[in-house]
């Protein structure tokens, strides 16, 4: 019985040139795309590596080896995934404040992500090879991305970056799903600065999940050319920022194959706030094809509902209205607040109702407009206006109503419940009631309803919530 050939591998010094690709072992070798091996690493040697679509990777105790797969896991920045879960991620991070750095912990973050994972005995990133990682970053030819949580490391990656090509190398959760928001930033910042995309070099579930997928060596390599070739990135001038989170929800809006949804602002009209101002919406059409978890994504953008029209103010040279969201995982009642829940919930009769039109509502709808907000415009609805404003809706409403002992409506509140939150759309009541605080318990029933069931909670405009002066100031997040 013939033995096999052994196997010859070019072995090179840090000056010598890399062997073509096309002498890389192949998957009949055990070793697909290893071209070749080496004692030493230089950053000399990694730069020339990655400009030619080589990356270095062995383990503890084995020589440096370099590698060239085929075929080649790219992840192509507009076929990046943001799913639903990642994006709330990603918004519950802007919320809690994270702050994403850059370059700030370079050497930690590699020390990281060199931790041994769960069922692994070492890990490729020896001390070596951070040692040339940092001397990469010293020429601006590597950068870390770092999350952080009150000045707490709580993920980030770290990758090579030439010309527009970026090769990520690895990355690391300490809290869940951390890694992932950075490269979610990373891929929106990459393609607002014209990037096409990032090698992912191998091939796992992992990446797939995410959008990566596998592509021939020579077109990678005629990717890689090209890029390559091109002027840097602008790390130090517009690094990546965690607020680049809106954009990345608005370009997966965007690709959603249902749709092209199209985002169009009105003329400018005067305001209902600031008698002294004119104002802007941005509205999102077709309004027929937002669904609720559509119209989930649009929320967690600032977008509120109007009858069957999802809207945000666009005003030019006006931020005062902020949509805002309650943690209420986080939210504690006061005194005051706990005594004004213990007296409602004794006192009314809470019942979901069909979401149609009914004499009492619009009775109680008028005397809440003309006493809360006359001369505004609302205070002279019409029935079809008020139909049009609270009980057209294409996503999953309720109508909850308020009664006493004796049957008396004195409150309604129409709420939309979206799949991770309830989004409040309007609550009137009679204001002709003393002492009776129904705006405050309004919110404080809601907040109370979304903790049973285990959501979240989205409130209208700051600056009209501000004006009901209901004690939760300072409580709540701005969107």
């Known amino acids: 019985m013939t033995e096999p050939s052994p196997i010859r591998l070019p072995w090179i010094e840090p000056g010598d040139a890399f062997p073509s690709s096309a002498r890389a072992l192949t998957d009949q070798h055990g070793a ?27 383990g503890p105790g084995e020589p440096v080896l370099w590698w060239t797969p085929n075929p080649r896991m790219v ?17 519950q991070a802007v919320e809690m404040h994270y702050e994403l750095r850059v370059d700030s912990c370079f050497q930690r973050m590699l020390t990281e992500c060199a931790a041994p994972r769960q069922g692994q005995n070492g890990s490729w990133i020896t001390p070596a090879i951070i040692q040339n990682y940092q001397k990469l970053q010293e020429r601006g030819l590597s950068h870390s991305l770092e999350l952080f949580r009150e000045d707490r490391l709580v993920g980030g990656l770290y990758l090579v970056s030439i010309g527009r090509m970026l090769f990520g190398e690895s990355m690391v959760s300490l809290e869940p799903n951390t890694s992932k ?20 070099q191998q091939q ?33 001038e517009a690094p ?11 370009s997966s809006l965007r690709d959603l194959p249902v749709a092209t949804l199209q985002f169009y602002v009105t003329a400018p009209y005067a305001c209902s706030y600031l008698s002294s101002r004119k104002a802007r919406s941005q ?55 706990r005594r004004l829940l213990r007296r409602h919930e004794e006192q009314l009769l809470i019942q979901r109702e069909p979401l149609q039109f009914r004499d009492e509502h619009y009775r109680l709808y008028q005397t809440y407009q003309s006493h809360r907000h006359a ?34 409506l ?18 009137f009541y009679n204001p002709l009631k003393p002492q009776s605080s129904f705006g405050t318990y309004g919110i404080l029933w809601q907040i109370s309803e979304c903790q049973r069931l285990g959501l979240e909670l989205s409130l209208p405009w700051l600056l009209d919530f501000r004006q009901q002066k209901n004690g939760l100031q300072g409580r709540v997040q701005a969107i």
């Not at 992840?75 to 918004?91: A, D, M, P, V, Y």
Request: glycine content about 8%; overall charge neutral; some cysteine.
């Open 181 to 200: 928001i950075c490269l979610a930033m990373l891929v929106q910042w990459a393609k607002e600065h014209g990037g096409q995309c990032i090698d992912c």
């Open 32 to 58: 697909n795309g290893l071209v070749a091996a080496s004692q030493s690493l230089t950053p000399e040697m990694l730069e020339r590596a990655y400009r030619g679509g080589i990356f270095p990777w062995s």
């Open 75 to 91: 992840l192509q920045l507009n076929e990046f995934q943001c799913r639903r879960s990642l994006r709330k991620t990603i918004r």
């Open 410 to 427: 004195v409150m309604v509140s129409i709420v939309d419940r979206l799949p991770d939150g309830l989004s409040a759309v309007y609550t």
């Open 375 to 408: 001369g505004g415009g609302m205070d002279q609805d019409s029935r079809d206006q008020y139909a049009q404003f609270l009980l057209q809706s294409r996503v999953s409403t309720e109508l909850i109503s308020f009664r006493q002992p004796d049957g008396e």
């Open 283 to 337: 509205v999102a059409t077709p309004n027929h094809l937002i669904t609720s978890e559509l119209y989930g994504d649009l929320v967690q953008m600032g977008f509120r509902r109007s009858g069957a029209f999802a809207y945000r103010p666009y005003c030019d040279g006006c931020r005062e209205c902020i949509p805002l969201r309650i943690p209420v995982g986080e939210f504690e009642a006061n005194r005051t607040q």
């Open 204 to 236: 796992t579930q992992h990446l797939e999940f995410l959008g990566a997928r596998p592509i021939t060596r020579q077109l990678f390599e005629s990717v890689l050319t090209k890029e390559t070739e091109k002027s840097g990135f602008p790390w130090q």
């Open 240 to 250: 990546p920022r965690l607020t680049l989170w809106e954009e990345l929800i608005m």
